[in-house]
């Protein structure tokens, strides 16, 4: 058997981003070493008590929470609590941890993590301010990541709180540029083109339900907020679920395809926070991402159904044929 992939999930839970963590915690090829905040759905403290929220819900409380940036690098911040509600999972009020709390400085833990262990990946699913401070401060040590997942960005979909931007780019444009042109690494990046196709409907919330009454149902509360959120202002019956994408990406990579290009992110005017990807080598410049364009949405649904749930594969596939 091969050796777990050790990875850091940076994010700002929300309710996507409880979802992406539930998958990452159910899949036996990773160990999750620590969780990162940052400022984006809700403010980083509400986010880091979510983070909480979900590791006691996995039983995983052994998992450290760290809290990072509470603004993005330069411009003023945000939220996006009118998607996610005010306390970040739907309005659902779960009760805080008591049993531990998250932790300072999730900078230095990113930054001491690449220089003291080998063979770390990172996801991030929110604004990447985290990243772009932790570079500012050492860049040498970002040599020693394994791969770096970014839910974020779009190439040729529409925005999702601009014509042209996605929110956790639009959120913080400086930062999302500065690791673009820093990292010195590759940029998988996991855009809209790929996660709006990635809908929680009605139907399979149901199967959710009959498959684990009590997973099932935490997802159904925490849902709730988001599903009236996207028929009011996109006609989605059900929720765009995008960060489990990131996750499910990084353990598979059929689930999508994609392109090796440059990228980089527009950080003033109209167009603040549009991800550009030079598709056509106009600039002449080494790719520094790989832009993913399309997703294979029934495996993907396969496999946070299969690892979360407990089922078979093939009679997920055989339920997946009947509400799909």
Sequence with gaps: M????????DCDPG?????????ALSSPELEVIGITVVCGNVPTDIGAENALKVLKFM????????????????RDYISAQDTHGMDGLGESNYPAVTETRAKKDAVNFLI????????????????????????????EVFKNLDEFISMGGSFKSHGNC?????????????????????LPKKIHMVGLDVTRKIVLTPNILEYMQILDKEKGGFIKKITRF??????????????????????AYFINRELCSGFDSYTTVETEGI??????????????????????????????????????????????????????
Aim: charged content about 25%; some cysteine; hydrophobic content about 40%.
């Design 162 to 182: 601009s014509p042209v931007a996605e929110y956790n780019y639009w959120c913080d444009p400086d930062a999302a540029r500065y690791v673009y042109e820093n």
């Design 59 to 74: 039983g995983r409380l052994d998992i450290p929470v760290y809290c990072g940036e509470e603004a993005p690098l330069k």
């Design 112 to 139: 001491n993590t690449l220089k003291t262990q080998k063979n770390v990946s990172i996801i991030a699913v929110g604004p990447l301010t985290n990243i772009a401070k932790a570079l500012q401060k050492n860049r």
């Design 226 to 247: 988001y599903y009236d959120f996207h028929w009011k202002y996109e006609r989605v019956i059900g929720c765009v679920i995008n960060d489990p994408l990131a996750v």
């Design 2 to 9: 091969n050796a777990k992939r050790k990875i850091i999930i």
């Design 271 to 324: 167009s603040i926070g549009q991800s550009v990807t030079d598709s056509m080598d106009f600039w002449k410049k080494e790719p520094n991402s790989h832009v993913l364009t399309e997703v294979n949405q029934k495996e993907f649904m396969t496999m946070f159904l299969n690892r979360v749930f407990g089922e078979d594969e093939q009679e997920i596939r055989k339920i997946l044929l009947q509400i799909m």
């Design 15 to 23: 309710i996507d981003d409880t979802l992406a963590l539930m998958l």
